[in-house]
């Protein structure tokens, strides 16, 4: 955060993380991705900013690319065995558009570990 100022953090299967809430320094951008029933539970205690919003979908599912920036610094999480599994699955969904292609091409490169 501190070498890309306002860049975008994913957290996929953020559950009831509270990162952005302790770290939040007043520029980065912070995108919650969960299944439905979960970010409902998540808006009960950690409700969505400007800054830090919701995204109520699967991480299984690309679309989720269409919620990023299209020129930002991105970080993407998935803390947990459920969430690597669903990245590595979603790794392998085919890009439907060119701006989703180069997302993924990003999420890659800023995850080697699980690419
Ligand atoms: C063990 S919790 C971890 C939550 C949080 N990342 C943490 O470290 O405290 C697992 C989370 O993964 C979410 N999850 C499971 N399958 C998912 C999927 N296909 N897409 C997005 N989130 C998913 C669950 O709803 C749950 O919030």
Known sequence: MAAHPGG?????????ETQFQRIDDGRVHWLCV???QAIAVRERFLPPSERCRH?????LDPAWTDHLPAS???FVTAQG???IQAVERSQKAP????QRR??????RE?????G
Request: some cysteine; aromatic content about 2%.
């Open 72 to 74: 930002a610094p991105l």
């Open 95 to 98: 890009a439907r558009r060119g």
């Open 55 to 59: 995204l109520a979908m699967s991480a």
């Open 81 to 83: 065995q459920q969430q």
């Open 8 to 16: 975008t953090v994913v957290e996929l299967g953020c559950g009831l």
């Open 34 to 36: 969960d299944v439905p």
């Open 110 to 114: 800023a995850n080697p570990a699980v």
């Open 102 to 107: 180069s997302a993924a091409e990003r999420f």
